[in-house]
């Protein structure tokens, strides 16, 4: 067993106090009579409470063995029973002392222990509670601030909303919003009321839509799902300008144009949709008004073609027949006169006369070929007695003789069998084709092509002039290609100008043919000496 200096302690007290009850009893013993145990009691309590059980007990056997040689009686080995049971209820008593004393002494260690540990778990303690309350002041400081950040936040949104709802009220088309996926409507403006003439429906979902009464261009009514809103939020999809056929509140019909897409958050996902729309039914009501002027203008316009023809043709025939005939009677009258004034006697006056009648015949024929050539332009000849084919390839001979222009005539039908009106719009449009050539491209040299293709006449006139501008095909001045144009559409046919700079233009006029099959040749060669 290791000897320490607090054991040593504790055992030198117990023998030093009993040395000292010895000392003082031996000292105070002829005052104390008869000799008891009073100091020795105090050294065992003070050994016991000092030192704990060991100490108190060495204490009580020092005390005994103290009293025993030294005070019952002094040094003498019959104590007697009187002697023998003080020292034995001093041993007892001294022996309770010292449990007690070592009791108390657990005791009070085993308390300050428990003190010790509780104050350290008051410490541990405090200071948890410490950081709880620190980490409490953060999470409190933390909250407040999410807390105004938050009210912030809804501050700003709701600014936020106030704008969109004024920016939504100051938009001339109908808006509304709506969740996703539900489809629930949430927010629209007056002008969609407006074009709606009813109050605003906040419909739940999108099964609810069919409230609101739209048509397909077939006149079916629009599924819930067939809106444009309804699609955009459960497919994405974004929906332009998309015409619905609408019924109103007031029970009136309508047209709008409908443009609809969906609002993602910033991971991709469909957290809404908008749609706009706007009320077209006034525009598309004068677009149909503008559409039946221009239909009745186009027959206007035919007709007046149709007139002008007749006309040209009443006048040709006129000319041909009346004036014609007169000049031809004419000529020979004054032949006849020729003939009899050579047989005349007279010479000087025969031979004057003979030089005015000369003068006069020749002014007739050049009177005939004018007339002829009026005749011609007003109503080719060609074009009734031996059809379209035979008058294009007289309108570039004749061109090509006129301006010097060289013109190829490259064809692979023999004959082409359209009616009057057809054949005269066609012949109108090569005849202006060529003029405008003749006037505007500069060009030498003109290729045309007249071909059957996917049940359609094609006529294409390409020059190697200097090429018609876009400023020149739009121009309001350009009257030529517009009456161009309405011939085209008037047969339902289509005329394309194509113009590159320096290198000519090409015009293609497409018009389709009766339903029955051309007769074919293999293609030719038509030059300008044809």
């Known amino acids: 067993m290791k000897i320490t200096r607090s054991w040593l302690l504790r055992y030198g007290v117990a023998v030093l106090f009993s040395g000292l009850a010895l000392i003082l009893t031996l000292l105070l013993r002829t005052f104390i009579t008869p000799a008891v145990f009073p100091l020795f009691y105090a050294a065992v309590m003070i050994s016991a409470w000092y030192g704990g059980l060991g100490p108190g007990l060495l204490s009580t056997i020092l005390a005994a063995l103290f009293g025993h040689f030294f005070i019952i009686p002094f ?11 003080r020292l034995a209820v001093f041993v007892m008593v001294a022996l309770l002392i010292s449990s007690l004393n070592a009791s108390r002494k657990r005791a009070e ?13 008051v410490e541990e303690r405090t200071a948890e509670l410490a950081r709880t309350n620190e980490e409490l002041r953060t999470e409190i400081s933390e909250r407040k601030r999410v807390e105004q950040e938050r009210e912030q936040l809804i501050e700003q949104l709701e600014l936020a909303r106030e704008r969109l709802e004024t920016v939504l ?38 099964e609810q839509y069919y409230q609101y009464k739209g048509f397909h261009p077939d006149g079916q009514p629009y599924k819930p799902e067939e809106w444009p809103l309804a699609r955009s939020i459960r497919t994405g999809e974004s929906v332009t300008d998309e015409e619905i056929a609408f019924l109103r509140g007031d029970g009136t019909r309508g047209t709008m144009r409908v443009s609809s897409a969906p ?21 598309k009501q004068a677009e149909e ?16 073609q149709l007139v002008r023809e007749e006309e040209r043709a009443r006048i040709a025939r006129e000319i041909h027949d009346e004036l014609g005939q007169a000049l031809t009677g004419l000529k020979i009258d004054l032949s006849w006169l020729d003939g009899k004034l050579s047989e005349a006697r007279n010479a000087a006056p025969r ?151 320096g290198k000519g233009t090409t015009v293609t006029l497409r018009v389709p043919l009766p339903d029955h099959s051309q007769e074919q040749m293999p293609e030719q060669k038509i030059g300008g000496t044809q």
């Not at 919003?177 to 007056?190: C, D, Q, R, V």
């Not at 309405?486 to 590159?500: F, Q, S, Y």
């Open 263 to 283: 609002i993602r958050d910033r991971e991709g996902k469909i957290v809404a949709g908008v749609v706009s729309l706007y009320d077209i039914t006034e525009r």
């Open 75 to 85: 040094y003498s080995s019959d104590i007697g029973l009187e002697n023998t049971a």
């Open 169 to 206: 009220r100051q938009m001339p088309a109908g808006v509304i919003i709506a969740e996703a996926p539900s489809g629930k409507l949430i927010m629209a403006n007056e002008q969609f009321e407006y074009i709606w003439r009813h109050p605003f429906l906040p419909l739940e979902n999108i």
């Open 109 to 121: 260690e085993a308390l300050r222990k428990a003190h010790e540990e509780l104050e350290m778990r």
């Open 351 to 501: 031979r004057l006369l003979l030089e005015k009648i000369k003068s006069m015949i020749k002014l007739i024929d050049t009177t005939i070929h004018t007339v002829r050539r009026i005749v011609t332009e007003l109503r080719p000849g060609v074009l009734d007695d031996l059809g379209l084919m035979a008058a294009i390839e007289w309108q570039a001979q004749d061109f090509q003789n006129r301006t010097g222009v060289k013109c190829d005539l490259a064809s692979s039908l023999e004959d082409i069998d359209l009616d009057q009106d057809r054949s005269t719009a066609v012949f109108r449009i090569f005849q202006e084709t060529l003029t405008n050539v003749a006037r505007h491209s500069g060009a030498t040299k003109v290729d045309i092509i007249l071909e059957e293709r996917d049940g359609s006449l094609i006529l294409e006139v390409k020059d190697n002039g200097r090429g018609i501008t876009e400023n020149g095909l739009s121009s309001s001045k350009s009257l030529g290609i517009l009456g161009m144009r309405e011939r085209a559409l008037l047969l339902g046919g289509e005329i394309d100008i194509l113009g590159a700079q």
């Open 289 to 304: 008004q503008i559409k039946n002027s221009r239909e009745q203008l186009r027959a206007l316009s035919a007709h007046l």
